[in-house]
């Protein structure tokens, strides 16, 4: 079955901790998202890959890296410099534009509490 | 300015009735894409159509269909016949600029659809 697996479901963090969250795809899709989810509010993106080797930070990068060594996998790690990582997770990933049409599809996502 | 607006409270809808869910925008691109997806309590954004700033007809896959009013911004989301599996957050999401080129969505807070029987 194609599609994106993320993983753990839960993770537990302490203080001063790096954590690192798990996002593999097998759709052969070219780019990979990470957002941020809030309790109550919308996605806020993390950092994005439009290819092997290369990524860009979205608007929330502080405090998290990535890395994109294969073209399925896009692990995030969260750093000690996030002070307030306690979040919902989802990675997304998408084909590279075909005509207009470009459509995310997400993970089952990441549930991070802080111990 | 937020780019994508999602202000009704919680919504509610009698099981088999129609409803609509509303969605504003903000750009000043002539080229972009409006999504909704729809977030079950298990989390994971299920993606449910899509509608782009050029095409001519308002998007439909199956029960639900897209309401474009590119004059006024709007772009609401309408079930019909709604099913008791509906109920879930719903966010309204835009990339900006020409797929490919420009990747990145922006989403709204959501709003939170309840069917009843």
């Known amino acids: 079955d194609g599609g994106i697996t993320q993983s753990p479901k839960y993770l537990f963090r302490k203080e001063g901790q790096n954590v690192t969250l798990s996002c593999e795809q097998n759709?052969?899709?070219?780019?990979m998202y990470w957002y941020r989810q809030d309790p109550g509010q919308g996605l806020r993106l993390i950092y994005y890959?439009?290819?092997?080797?290369?990524?860009q930070k979205g608007d929330i990068a502080e405090g998290y890296s990535v890395s994109r060594e294969k073209k399925e996998s896009f692990p995030l790690t969260v750093t000690s410099a996030q002070k307030n990582p306690t979040a919902f997770y989802l990675c997304?990933?998408?084909?590279?534009?075909?005509?207009?049409?470009?459509?995310?599809?997400f993970g089952p996502g990441t549930r991070l509490l802080v111990l | 300015a937020q780019k994508i607006t999602q202000t009704q409270p919680g919504m509610f809808v009698q099981e088999k009735e129609a409803v609509t869910l509303d969605c504003t925008y903000d750009t000043s691109d002539q080229s972009y894409g409006l999504f909704w997806y729809k977030q079950p309590s298990s989390g994971e954004m299920i993606f449910l159509i899509y509608q782009g700033s050029y095409d001519e007809q308002n998007a439909t896959e199956g029960r639900y269909s897209l309401n474009f009013q590119k004059a006024r911004k709007s772009a609401n989301l309408v079930i019909s016949a709604s099913q008791l599996g509906d109920s879930a957050m719903y966010f309204c999401a835009m990339r900006e600029g020409r797929a490919g080129a420009n990747s990145k969505l922006t989403f709204g807070k959501g709003i939170t659809l309840s069917v009843r029987p």
């Open positions: 759709l052969n899709h070219d780019a």
């Open positions: 997304a990933s998408s084909t590279r534009g075909q005509g207009w049409f470009e459509t995310q599809y």
């Open positions: 890959s439009q290819i092997v080797n290369d990524f």
